[in-house]
């Protein structure tokens, strides 16, 4: 680290009072004046001869990968002095994105000793990093002159969204075919009638239905299994409401992950790749990544389309977007024959949990 020494408001005191008392005493022929002059003079020169030593300082952090915005994250500070001599009693501030500050004491430490700490702060800002900073700071051992150090660590860390408590739509607006399900009957909401398959048991007849129909159907209570969530993400995120919809956006394919659907993301940012991921993790720092997308342009939007697939539905999370623009997309999904719809966030203005 690069130490940059300056005098503290006190240490400009015998700096300026040595020459004025020097002057005093040669006009009025008074050696006490002198004497008190040099004493400034010896004061100043001792405050930088003295002055804090901070270079030799090695700082290192260590943060958990991942955080959850919201919660407390545990965080141990290291510091070494790798010079020869002593270091002074010193304050140490770690600054990283997505973590509030923390400021520690260091105390003096003989050369090669280690001071480590752990605390706990808070994950305040969604989003992902790989650099932190670290200052030390210290006035000792006279408080005339202050050393500062700052540097950069190798920090990687992601902070995830917020996940709120949704409830999934029906299964037939997540996009799943029905080639792609696999029956999970543990169901509770009856979605429909359909016609007695092999393997349907007698439980889930409905026999008004069989008798008005002359044939065997049956409710159908089941989940689809194994389909697809498919979500563009679309900008700008300078609405107030982009932060919400971020947590919507995470809120809603973890729900859906947890339903055995494969995930299906896409934003038009930089950097960021389309993501099809069944794993909880990946899709959570991809949503942690999500700053600044645009409005998708043509190729991506068709891309996203073919991902969907013909007689797919593809929702679109958008906090606000031109009407024209949507339009168009719509006339491509009309094409490619592609439902889209808009992924609403059901909470109130108000901050209080909805579900749908």
């Known amino acids: 680290m690069k130490a940059t020494p300056r005098p503290t408001r006190l240490g400009w005191l015998p700096l300026i009072a040595a020459p004025v008392l020097g002057v005093l005493s040669v006009m ?12 400034s003079l010896g004061l100043g020169v001792a405050a930088i001869l003295l002055r804090p030593r901070l270079s030799d300082l090695d700082v290192t ?15 141990r500070l290291t510091v070494r002095n790798s010079g020869r001599r002593t270091s002074p009693l010193t304050t140490l501030t770690h600054t990283v994105v997505g973590l509030t500050d923390v400021t520690v004491v260091v105390d003096a430490l003989a050369p090669g000793a280690t001071a480590q700490v752990s605390v706990e702060r808070s994950a305040v800002t969604r989003g992902r990093t790989s650099t932190s900073r670290a200052l030390l700071v210290s006035s000792a051992p006279l408080g005339l002159v202050i050393t500062q150090a700052a540097g950069d660590l190798t920090t990687e860390l992601t902070v995830h969204p917020a996940l709120v408590p949704v409830r999934l739509p029906p299964s037939r607006s997540l996009g799943a075919s029905t080639r792609q399900a696999r029956p999970d009957r543990s169901g ?5 009638i359909r016609e007695w398959q092999s393997g349907d048991e007698a439980r889930q007849v409905h026999w008004r239905s069989t008798a008005r129909r002359g044939r065997l159907v049956v409710l159908e209570r089941e989940v689809p299994r194994g389909g697809t969530l498919d979500i563009l993400v679309v900008g700008p995120t300078a609405e107030p409401g982009w932060e919400r919809l971020v947590s919507l956006v995470a809120s809603t394919a973890v729900a859906a992950l947890g339903a055995g659907y494969v995930i299906s993301l896409v934003a038009a940012q930089p950097g960021l790749e389309p993501l099809r991921v069944t794993s909880r993790t990946a899709l959570l720092d991809w949503c942690a990544a999500l700053d600044p997308p645009g409005l998708p342009d043509q190729r991506l939007i068709e891309s996203a389309l073919a991902a969907t697939g013909r007689g797919g539905l593809l929702h679109v999370a958008v906090t606000a977007l031109p009407t024209s623009w949507w339009h168009a997309v719509e006339s491509m999904a009309a094409a490619a024959g592609v439902e889209i719809r808009r992924l609403e966030d ?3 203005a108000t901050g209080s949990v909805a579900t749908w």
């Open 28 to 39: 009025t022929v008074d050696s006490w004046l002198l004497l008190l002059a040099g004493a």
């Open 61 to 75: 952090v260590d943060v958990p990968a991942r955080a959850d915005l919201g919660q407390p994250v545990a965080t």
């Open 188 to 192: 509770v909401d009856v979605h429909g």
């Open 346 to 348: 059901p909470r109130p």
